[in-house]
């Protein structure tokens, strides 16, 4: 069976504000201003930024007053991992496996 990893997934995480914020998030559940003063990001572009997770499905909002609070959603992470797990395992299965040059 053939293992592939998600990489639109991958494309989400490979910008590293991004890659900041999920791992904030998952130290803890944040909002926007919280995650303005950790970043250092402007408003604007965290907010373009959190909405792209959102829609790839790592963060989940909850709506507090006038702030919107994010969390992580560890289960798209772990499918992420489990992902590569399974490539890890494929690979080592396949380490001696040489196709032959024509």
Do not use: W
């Not at 991992?81 to 032959?100: M, P």
């Amino acid at each position: 069976m053939m293992t592939s990893v998600d990489a639109d997934l991958i494309r989400v995480l490979a910008d590293p504000l991004r890659l900041q914020i999920v791992t904030l998030l998952a130290r803890e559940t944040l909002c926007t201003t919280h995650l303005v003063e950790e970043t250092g990001a402007r408003q604007t572009d965290l907010s373009n930024h959190l909405r792209v997770l959102r829609e790839a499905g790592f963060v989940d909002t909850e709506p507090c007053g006038r702030f919107t609070y994010y969390r992580l959603r560890p289960d798209v992470i772990a499918q992420l991992a489990g992902e590569f797990a399974e490539l890890v395992e494929t690979a080592r299965a396949a380490a001696e496996n040489k196709r032959a040059c024509p």
